[in-house]
């Protein structure tokens, strides 16, 4: 079984800075992509920034610049983390960290997301 835990959240002050990781553990063979997303209140889930098992990275056009997505260093990805800076009263929202993960040596993957953890930007 895979699990994914999620830690970081908090309440942060509009300009602040704020870390979420995300840690995979359990039986998989390896990670494909590790990804955060987004929901705030009242509004569909969005994708946040997407990292590869290779490093390769990308991001939504509301947090370029701002949000900066990394892996471990380690051989075997399990972990992601979210550097959040300049975060504003538009980024309190619930953040879940999804997995692609690879359960043996074919290709073959599936989706996991984790509980979420909650971000708050003050007005």
């Known amino acids: 079984q895979v699990q994914l835990v999620e830690s970081g959240g908090g309440l942060v002050q509009p300009g602040g800075s704020l870390r979420l990781s995300c840690v995979a553990s359990?039986?998989?063979?390896?990670?494909?992509?590790m990804a955060w997303h987004r929901q705030a209140p009242g509004k569909e889930r969005e994708l946040v920034a997407v990292?590869?098992?290779?490093?390769?990275?990308?991001?939504a056009d509301s947090v370029s610049g701002r949000f900066t997505i990394s892996k471990n260093n380690a051989r075997r990805m399990n972990t992601v983390y979210l550097q959040m800076g300049n975060l504003k009263p538009e980024d309190t929202a619930v953040y879940y960290c999804?997995?692609?993960?690879?359960?043996?040596?074919?290709?073959?993957?599936?989706?996991?997301w984790g509980q979420g953890t909650l971000v708050t930007v003050p007005s």
């Open positions: 359990g039986n998989f063979y390896s990670i494909k992509a």
């Open positions: 990292i590869t098992s290779d490093g390769t990275t990308n991001y």
């Open positions: 999804k997995a692609d993960y690879f359960y043996d040596a074919f290709d073959r993957y599936l989706e996991l």
